[in-house]
């Protein structure tokens, strides 16, 4: 994608503490969950931006950041040139025009007393757009067809669809507004494995029709793959790699990375059994109180003293190759399943 | 003290009976999801629109069988129809309703056939007393002569007005609270749950005693206080059941579209906890009868010569041996009416619970 315009989302230093409650003798001394520390990255227009990362490392909350339905406690989020994190409500509902979000769960995120004509029009009913309800119905069709449903089940409820259908509920009522960028958050990860595949087909087609930006959310490196333009990638709160995907996948820097890419498995037996892979010890620590420097330097292979003292700040290893570590050194994966 | 332990059995029973509906309707889901994931994976690999609708109509057909009905329905028809299918509730809907009747057009018919309730005829009154169920008085005549049916009669419009107007006063204090506690939260929510708790920590009769002894005797004080009361219970099933709408994703969604407070509330919040109100308030209502009941049959309710059911077991109860049918008729009244609205209450929970449907 071309790098050289304005960023449609810029985020900067973005921090999320949540306070944890631990009883009522706690009093000031709570302590905190920080889910995302210090996070930056920029989006452009119609381009689609991977956040990959285990479970609990806090790239939903990155999202909901965004899409301010948890307040950040620091940084700053530039959608369209406004900084969401500090805005007013009445501002905020114009830029949720343009911002809409994809959630996880297909079951969950469907209001089930509505009916999918209903859920499907609620943003436009919000954003005051097309007040005549058959005009609106016409056009909520015409979106139903284009996400791969049956118009004719605009007046059926939720209960009555499977999870895949449901999310192209999902996906036709957040491009009902045709917003800019569209925060998925892991939309597929719910779903049997030959409906991701069409529903992330969907997700394709759309943004080559209408240009969307999304932010793709997943623990999945291969879902991200399918449909990124650039990849981040995250661990304990903190990016620790942004990159082209064609590169991060052919010849990541992070041993964190590293990791990850080795552990994908490859649909080739020799090579399965041949190559070299990086298995990383025990289990990510807790938020509530990570490490000291390099969050990743408790598990990390090639760890030096330095690693627990400073912070690595991100830098650049290689041209659009950003990655936050001191001793960051290509590290080609074999056999990786992506043709260059 | 009898009002929670009868909620208690009740709450128990309606867990169970909930886990096996739940097991039925997912299984009938499972059979759904595969039908429509076969008709997606056919999907896919469409290129021509034909066979793209033979497979739709395949579902529909599928979707169709399972559900045994149309296309285009809303939720409350849904669940009408569900309702109609459960014959103990329906039971329990059409006694409420002869009851309601009976007990609303008493007036018109009751007096010219089987005389006042209250009025006392002294010259005759040796020869009318105690007389067992004949034609002439169904249900026998009482102590003072009086027909036992048209004091049963009597005594349902003062039950159901109670039971109404007492459910309706906790169902109206509840929900404030239970709003209030849910929305606002932190210092809000511990205020009114405590103050909830200690409603609830009180013996329920004897609070409802202790009130009436304030406010004098009287139909209106009997639901003032009973109403004033009940509304702790109703808050904590608001409260939690908001809670747990809140917690959902559709609300978020909505709140990402920039959907308003008011909104979110009307059109997400409320209606999605609304169903358990409606359940807790039908059942509430046949216990709120039982209290009047209780407090009747101790003399705090309602004032002779009114009738009650309470107080007329009360009356019935020394000639239990001799004469039974003045006491078993007001129960069996009691009985019948507050099983008709716990069965109605059991059949509208599972009528509206949509979850059923979803597994």
């Not at chain 1, 045709?178 to 969907?202: G, M, W, Y």
């Not at chain 2, 039925?24 to 889901?29: C, E, F, L, S």
């Not at chain 2, 021509?48 to 497979?55: G, I, L, T």
């Amino acid at each position: 994608m071309a790098t050289s315009q304005e960023p449609l989302l810029h985020v900067e230093h973005l921090t999320k503490e949540f306070p944890v409650d631990s009883g009522v003798f706690a009093g000031r001394m709570a302590k905190k969950v920080s889910a995302v520390d210090d996070v930056s990255f920029d989006i452009f227009p119609g381009e689609t931006f991977g956040l990959v990362g285990e479970s609990g490392c806090g790239k939903s909350t990155t999202g909901r950041c965004i899409m301010r339905l948890t307040h950040p406690t620091g940084g700053r989020v530039v959608f369209d040139g406004k900084d969401v994190a500090t805005m007013k409500k009445k501002e905020l509902k114009a830029v949720r025009h343009d911002l809409q979000y994809i959630f996880q769960d297909p079951y969950a995120s469907l209001n089930p007393r509505m009916t999918i004509g209903e859920i499907v029009s609620e943003p436009l009913v919000i954003h005051g757009e097309m007040s005549n309800t058959e005009e609106r119905m016409d056009y909520v069709r015409k979106i139903l067809d284009i996400v791969g449903l049956n118009p004719e089940h605009i007046n059926r409820y939720p209960h009555e669809f499977s999870g895949g259908q449901r999310q192209r509920v999902g996906i036709a009522r957040a491009f009902a507004l045709h917003p800019k960028l569209i925060i998925c958050d892991e939309p597929v990860s719910a779903l049997d494995v030959s409906i991701q595949a069409q529903v992330l087909n969907l997700l394709g087609e759309l943004q080559k029709e209408y240009g969307t930006a999304y932010l793709f959310i997943a623990h999945d490196l291969s879902v991200v793959q399918h449909i990124s333009d650039r990849v981040a990638v995250m661990y304990l709160g903190n990016l620790m790699e942004t990159s082209d995907w064609r590169s991060l996948y052919a010849e990541p820097y992070h041993p964190y990375t590293q990791a990850l890419l080795s552990a994908v498995p490859i649909p080739d037996p020799d090579v399965q059994r041949s190559r070299e892979r990086i298995i990383l010890a025990g289990d990510p620590p807790s938020p509530i109180d990570p490490p000291s420097g390099c969050r990743f330097h408790t598990r990390c292979p090639i760890a030096q003293e330095i690693c627990s003292q400073k912070r690595p700040e991100m830098r650049e290893v290689a041209p659009g190759h950003h990655c936050a570590c001191f001793f960051a050194k290509p590290f080609p994966i074999q056999g990786s399943s992506i043709e260059l | 003290m009898e009002k929670k332990q009868h909620e208690r059995d009740l709450e128990r029973e309606a867990q169970e009976e909930l886990r096996e509906e739940t097991d039925r309707a997912y299984d009938v889901h499972e059979e759904r999801v595969q039908a429509a994931s076969e008709v997606e994976t056919d999907q896919q690999d469409d290129a021509e629109p034909e066979h793209h609708r033979d497979f739709r109509g395949a579902y529909n057909a599928v979707v169709d069988e399972v559900d045994h009905e149309g296309a285009s329905r809303t939720l409350w028809s849904d669940a009408f129809a569900r309702l109609r299918k459960n014959k103990l509730a329906i039971i329990g809907a059409v006694w409420i309703i002869f009851v309601a009747l009976v007990a609303i057009t008493a007036d018109l018919w009751v007096p010219q056939t089987l005389g006042s309730p209250t009025a006392i005829d002294s010259s005759q009154m040796a020869s009318l007393a105690r007389l067992p169920p004949s034609l002439e008085h169904p249900f026998g005549t009482d102590a003072l002569g009086r027909d036992v049916l048209c004091r049963v009669i009597y005594g349902a419009q003062i039950s159901l007005t109670v039971g109404l107007l007492a459910t309706a006063i906790s169902t109206v204090l509840g929900l404030i609270m239970g709003a209030l506690a849910a929305f606002y939260g932190g210092i809000w929510d511990t205020i009114i749950m405590r103050l909830a708790d200690i409603f609830l920590a009180f013996p329920y009769t004897l609070f409802v005693i202790v009130m009436l002894a304030v406010l004098g005797q009287g139909i209106q004080n009997v639901f003032i206080a009973i109403g004033v009361l009940g509304w702790p219970s109703i808050a904590r099933v608001f409260r939690s059941a908001i809670l747990s709408v809140k917690e959902n994703d559709y609300v978020d969604a909505a709140r990402s579209m920039g959907a308003s407070d008011a909104r979110i509330i009307m059109r997400h919040i409320f209606p999605n906890s609304v169903a358990s109100i409606v359940v807790y308030a039908t059942m509430n209502i046949g216990g709120a009868i039982l209290t009047e009941s209780a407090l009747s049959f101790l003399g705090m309710g309602v004032t002779p010569p009114n009738p009650s059911w309470g107080s007329m077991i009360q009356d019935g109860q020394q000639y239990l041996a001799t004469q039974p049918w003045l006491m078993l008729m007001p129960g069996i009244a009691i009985i019948t009416t507050v099983l008709a609205f716990t069965l109605l209450g059991d059949g509208l929970r599972d009528a509206l619970d949509v979850k059923m449907k979803d597994a």
